[in-house]
């Protein structure tokens, strides 16, 4: 099924399609919409390691990039312990597992509706 790229949670499939793509794990979508004013969506995810999470990223930025989405911000590549992707309506977390336990960002927007990315959302 195709997605519908002019709305954020399209967007949002878009990159958790990306980030599946690299075999990234538990790959949340929080909606944000609702309970903030910073974005529509997070999409939190893990990699096992640097080279995945960046790896993870690129593709990311490589898809969202080819459907025409420009990447406002982009932070914690180099380390790759927690990247952040910044397309406005949509802002991805990359993290490795340590640092994405640590900072449990599913318990801190707790009050915001949380859905688990599988392939049949798409």
């Known amino acids: 099924m195709a997605k519908d790229l002019s709305d954020s949670k399209g967007i949002t499939l878009l990159a958790c399609q ?14 944000l919409a609702e309970v903030s004013l910073i ?17 993870i990223a690129d593709n ?16 914690g590549y180099a ?12 802002i991805a977390h990359i993290f490795q597992e340590e640092e994405r336990q640590f900072y449990n960002l599913e ?3 707790g009050d915001a509706p949380l859905t688990e990315y599988t392939e049949d959302l798409e």
């Open 39 to 55: 974005t529509d969506y997070f999409i939190v995810c893990s990699g096992n390691s640097r080279t995945q999470t960046q790896a």
């Open 107 to 109: 318990r801190l927007w």
């Open 79 to 90: 380390e790759g312990r927690w990247i952040l992707l910044d397309y406005g309506a949509v």
């Open 60 to 75: 990311v930025a490589e898809k969202m990039k080819k459907a025409g989405f420009f990447l406002g911000r982009r932070e």
């Open 18 to 31: 990306a980030i599946a793509e690299k075999k990234g794990k538990k790959i949340m979508m929080i909606e």
